[in-house]
């Protein structure tokens, strides 16, 4: 089954802007927010988002404590080559929708080891130089503008 060209990025910060980047298992050394891609084309985004952040993270947004904030941004990017097989023949491009979490640096992580095998806390800004992907590292950079 080929993955569905639209995705969220989550951008997990704590009010001082510290954010998590946590590591590829497939590429180390690729650090990165949050991503994942819809699991059918009618799931909300806003869906997509909570679960991809309790799948990667353990991090469960309950609308509550912990609350999904939707920028109503998005970016059109060119998926990488070497990802370019998990999707249809012919599909290039992915629709990339920007949220943010605003959490307590102490909360629990837990990793999924499928995806991820390490985290870090790191300044906004430095967070944004060690992401492998620009959109990545422009949506950190845009929390500055946010707070």
């Not at 990025?9 to 949050?34: C, K």
């Not at 059109?76 to 070497?82: E, M, N």
């Not at 990802?83 to 943010?100: D, I, K, M, Q």
């Not at 806390?121 to 990545?136: G, T």
Request: one cysteine or more; glycine letters at 4%; charged letters at 20%.
């Amino acid at each position: 089954m080929y993955k569905i060209p639209e995705s969220v990025l989550v951008v997990i910060h704590t009010l001082a802007l510290d954010v998590l980047l946590i590591e590829r298992a497939d590429r180390p050394g690729f650090w990165q927010s949050v991503t994942g891609s819809l699991d059918r084309e009618d799931e909300p985004l806003m869906d997509t988002a909570a679960r991809e952040l309790f799948e990667e993270t353990g991090i469960v947004a309950d609308g509550t404590d912990i609350v999904l904030q939707d920028w109503h941004l998005t970016n059109v990017y060119d998926i990488y080559p070497l990802w370019r097989h998990r999707y249809a023949p012919g599909v290039t491009r992915n629709t990339e929708h920007l949220f943010s979490v605003c959490v307590a640096r102490d909360i629990p992580i837990t990793l999924s080891p499928r995806e991820h095998i390490s985290h870090v806390w790191l300044p906004y800004s430095q967070a944004a130089e060690r992401c492998f992907s620009p959109s990545n590292a422009e949506a950190i950079l845009h929390l500055s503008r946010l707070a």
